[in-house]
């Protein structure tokens, strides 16, 4: 079943009250103003669920801050137990959490119990109550439920950042010619035996989805957990039963066994988070790669490869070389609102190294805006004889060397050049 979700304006206002009746409760409770977020969940054009949560302002003496009160959630008889009301719960607190808003609330009666075990599985703090409810001239038995949600100090700057980060990849690395890539080699005759593939660092699942859809039981990992939470949206959109996934260090965990293939995609090399060195988490890349497959397994693996960068010396930057050499990974704005710029800094090769950092200019929904600026690391870019080095040492034959996921040939006197290797391990 698929469920989307939109913003109530006034003419989805007007289904939500033929669809529910009780057009003065719902008029009373659903606040289109601006300062406040109405959500609805539709089916086949059907609204099937809906919230709406007001900014609340604090009284003395935290006149300064503001809170989150959900004034209605509702969700049609026959749609629910799907999940419906939790997504609008948690919709309503991304939302408040871009408006910087300090914790989020609601009461909720004794008659809907289901709804109260939500709000404890949700990990909202509980606290029994008898309120006088006005609308309906009752006293009423339930629970005010409530949740901090940014720090006390203000935005939780490490959500808005992570959260955009994923959405804005997601909509703008969607390419999918390195999935196409594999299955075009899959195809081959040679290869009906594949059943089983790992997706290293699967991120957003632009890979592991479409191998999945292909037919292929796909694994995947990865350690961030707003690009995981995509992958989760986009399995349950598109009912995706042939995926599994888990959060896990590519470095610190072990991949598992037994795989007929494993995709090292999305430029790892150069995209692998590591509080050691970079070659010897590359290597070590090839090493769990080999540890990971059958024996007769195959290897996809994708990266920008040097061959003769400058070997200039760190200390000859100058300190305008070092700091103003920046460049837009990307930008845009995220579902929640948050617009955002992703800068790499200071592009500089020394080494074979790329001496980079990657600043972000986050301008959150409340207009609060912060920058962050990671620590500088070295990326390592290995030559493509250095990773044929490892690729002999771990066990792997490369069956198809190509310059680009085209298959047009590798050159490995052109700078900044990319190895496309499909390769099997002995
Ligand atoms: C450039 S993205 C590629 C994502 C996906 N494979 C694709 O091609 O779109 C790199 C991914 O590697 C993940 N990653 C980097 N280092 C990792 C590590 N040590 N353990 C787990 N995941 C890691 C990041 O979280 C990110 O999702």
Not at 213 to 242: C, H, P, T, W
Not at 301 to 311: G, K
């Amino acid at each position: 079943m698929q469920i989307i979700y939109k913003e109530i304006d006034e003419n989805l206002l007007k289904k939500i009250i033929v669809h529910y009746g009780n057009e003065e409760l719902i008029k009373s409770h659903i606040n289109l103003e601006n300062g406040n977020y109405s959500l609805a969940a539709f089916h086949e054009d059907k609204p099937v669920g809906f919230i709406s949560v007001c900014t609340q302002n604090f009284t003395v003496p935290l006149e300064d801050k503001k809170g989150a009160d959900i004034a209605i959630i509702e969700v049609d008889k026959n749609y629910r137990r799907k999940g419906i009301a939790r997504e609008l719960v948690s919709c309503a607190e991304k939302w408040a959490k871009s408006m910087g808003l300090s914790q989020i609330r609601a009461w909720s009666s004794y008659d809907k119990p289901e709804a109260i075990k939500m709000w404890h599985a949700l990990n909202y703090c509980m606290c029994p109550a008898t309120i006088w409810v006005e609308w309906c001239k009752e006293i009423v038995d339930g629970y005010h439920v409530a949740k901090r949600l940014n720090p006390t100090d203000g935005l939780d700057k490490e959500f808005l950042l992570n959260h955009w980060y994923a959405d804005i990849y997601e909509q703008k690395i969607n390419k999918t010619d390195e999935a196409e890539f594999v299955l075009s080699i899959l195809k081959d005759g040679k290869y009906n035996n594949v059943k089983t593939i790992l997706d290293v660092c699967c991120g957003g699942g632009r890979n592991t989805v479409p191998i999945a859809n292909a037919g292929y039981k796909v694994s995947g990992f990865d350690a961030d957990e707003y690009m995981l939470e995509k992958l989760q949206k986009r399995i349950e959109r598109d009912k995706i039963k042939n995926i599994s996934w888990r959060k896990s260090d590519a470095i610190k965990d072990n991949w598992g066994k037994d795989f007929d293939v494993v995709v090292l995609a999305g430029n790892i090399f150069v995209n692998i988070y590591t509080e050691g060195g970079y070659s010897e988490a590359q290597e070590l890349f090839i090493k769990k790669a080999s540890e990971c497959v059958k024996p007769g397994g195959y290897m996809y693996l994708d990266f920008d490869c040097s061959v003769h960068f400058n070997n200039d010396d760190e200390n000859d930057l100058t300190e305008t070389e070092k700091d103003t050499k920046e460049w837009i990974v990307f930008e845009g704005t995220d579902d929640i609102g948050t617009y955002g710029k992703f800068i790499m800094m200071c592009d500089k090769y020394i080494n074979g190294k790329l001496m980079a950092r990657r600043r972000f200019e986050i301008t959150p929904k409340n207009g609060e805006k912060f920058d962050f600026i990671t620590y500088r690391t070295a990326k390592h870019f290995p030559t493509f004889d250095e990773t044929k080095t490892w690729l002999d040492k771990y066990g792997w034959e490369i069956l198809r060397l190509y310059g680009s996921r085209n298959k047009e040939n590798f050159n490995e006197n052109t700078e900044g050049n990319r190895a496309v290797i499909w390769a099997r391990k002995n």
